[in-house]
């Protein structure tokens, strides 16, 4: 069974920074992409970063040039550093990847969510 565990959500103000963590677990044979959603109140998931295994990442365009996600391929981790945070960047995160285990194929799973809360 897959498990994504993230980690490192919490309170901070404007300005500030944080870094998450999402730990995939489980019998994984691949993961070709794993990245970030977040989910405001009252708003629809939206993309924040995704890292393919070899190509560039992806961003959504209200992080760019803030949020930088990258991967330690061995450990099965994905991060986000958040730098220059604003309000707006309040949500629940999530963790999402795209991977094969040695029991199925393809297909995406969630972790369960941190929060983000940033105070003005």
């Known amino acids: 069974q897959v498990r994504l565990v993230e980690s490192g959500g919490g309170l901070v103000e404007a300005g500030g920074s944080l870094r998450l963590s999402c730990i995939a677990s489980g019998s994984i044979r691949q993961i070709t992409n794993m990245g970030w959603y977040r989910q405001a109140p009252g708003k629809e998931r939206e993309l924040v970063a995704t890292k393919p295994l070899t190509l560039d990442p992806t961003y959504g365009g209200s992080v760019l040039g803030r949020f930088t996600v990258s991967r330690d391929i061995a450990k099965n981790t994905v991060y986000l550093q958040m730098n220059r945070l604003k309000p707006e960047d309040t949500a629940v995160y999530y963790c999402?990847?795209?991977?094969?285990?040695?029991?199925?194929?393809?297909?995406?799973?969630w972790g369960q969510g941190t929060q983000v809360t940033v105070s003005s």
């Open positions: 999402r990847a795209f991977l094969s285990t040695y029991s199925a194929d393809f297909k995406t799973y």
